[in-house]
């Protein structure tokens, strides 16, 4: 039995799986706090995560119906995400890791968002292509094998969730606000206005110009009319995040001729971005994927299986090992 633990940003979460990868329990405990603020804040989603941590685990251990003498393995988040949040769930593993004299294994957050997929599908094929897209990162992973993954594209600016996230704020929906675009667009027309699709060099993203020109657009309508056309306006916003993510993708696709496609972090929810990652797979005639909705924002599951897989390759790690606030 592993357990395992997420704290990089504003979600505690832990989660326990057995030793061939099955996901015994999922708990987390989203921090409300941020939503009044428009965005996270460090120190408090920090204070939040010593709040909670304990009680966090001790369901994920009763979920899984084990006692804390069952655990065999600690893994944790070590990377990247905020400092002191990291911290809190780092030091709870090592203290735990140390009086119950067990392996510590510190935890890609990026890799584990990737290694979700293998959690419903253990036979995915590689090498594969994952487009990660969540509030904090939107990447382009080659995925070799579980433990040899690269990136080979990335936002040069804004993530996709926070394009969606700043353009809800503007558009006066509470955070996080993607998922409200996404429902308004479902009745909306995509091509009814005409955002900018980014073009950025080589395989990398940007979404800042889409923001001001969406900020740019709103400030020249009246309300009445931003409200009259709310739907049309996020399908259009949506289709113009949408469009850029797969057409790199799609780029990435011919370059790198992978086995599979696969779409993990938040913004996998969307439902437009869903069907257009499927659509691409049909196009090209390879296996799309895309995990469950508790496993794609997020979670201690994709933590856990990421864990199991460097435990059992013998990655363990000491206990002088620090969090790390970007990707290495
Ligand atoms: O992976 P995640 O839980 O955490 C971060 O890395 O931040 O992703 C959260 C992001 C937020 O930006 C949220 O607005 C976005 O995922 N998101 C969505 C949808 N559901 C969540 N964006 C667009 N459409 C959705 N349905
Ligand atoms: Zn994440």
């Not at 009246?222 to 797969?246: F, G, R, V, W």
Request: net charge neutral; aromatic share 8%; hydrophobic share 45%.
């Amino acid at each position: 039995m592993l357990l395992a633990i997420e704290s990089s940003c504003d979600e505690t979460a832990a989660a326990v799986c057995d030793n061939q990868g099955k996901i015994l329990s999922n708990v987390l405990r989203t921090q409300a706090i941020h939503a009044q603020y428009g965005g996270v804040i460090p120190e408090l989603a920090s204070r939040a995560h010593q709040q909670t941590i304990i009680t966090v685990v001790k369901h994920a251990l009763e979920k899984a119906n084990i006692t804390k003498n069952e655990v065999k393995a600690i893994a944790v988040t070590q990377g990247p995400g905020l400092i002191g949040a990291l911290l809190v769930g780092l030091h709870f593993a090592k203290g735990f890791a140390l009086a119950k004299n067990i392996p510590l294994i510190g935890v890609n957050h990026i890799q584990a968002h990737v290694l979700a997929h293998l959690i419903d599908n253990p036979d995915i094929e590689f090498p594969f292509l994952c487009l990660l897209v969540s509030g904090g990162h939107t990447q382009i992973m080659w995925v070799k094998s579980p433990l040899d993954m690269e990136i080979i594209g990335r936002t040069i600016d804004d993530a996709a969730g926070e394009a969606f996230d700043k353009g809800a704020k503007m558009l006066g929906f509470p955070y996080p606000g993607g998922h409200i675009i996404d429902k308004y667009a479902q009745q909306g027309n995509p091509e009814r206005f005409d955002f900018p699709v980014s073009n950025v060099p080589d395989l990398n993203y940007s979404f800042s110009g889409l923001k001001t020109a969406l900020l740019y657009f709103l400030q020249k309508q009246t309300p009445e009319y931003i409200q009259t056309n709310l739907a049309d306006i996020c399908a259009s916003y949506q289709h113009a995040i949408s469009k850029a993510l797969l057409n790199k993708f799609s780029l990435a696709i011919q370059k790198y001729k992978p086995k599979a496609i696969t779409l993990a972090g938040g913004v996998a929810a969307n439902s437009y971005i869903r069907t257009q990652l499927i659509e691409l797979g049909n196009h090209f005639n390879i296996p799309a994927y895309i995990p469950a909705f508790e496993y794609c924002t997020d979670n201690a599951a994709m933590i856990a299986i990421a864990g199991l897989h460097l435990w059992k390759a013998g990655k363990v790690s000491q206990q002088d090992i620090v969090p790390y606030t970007m990707y290495q």
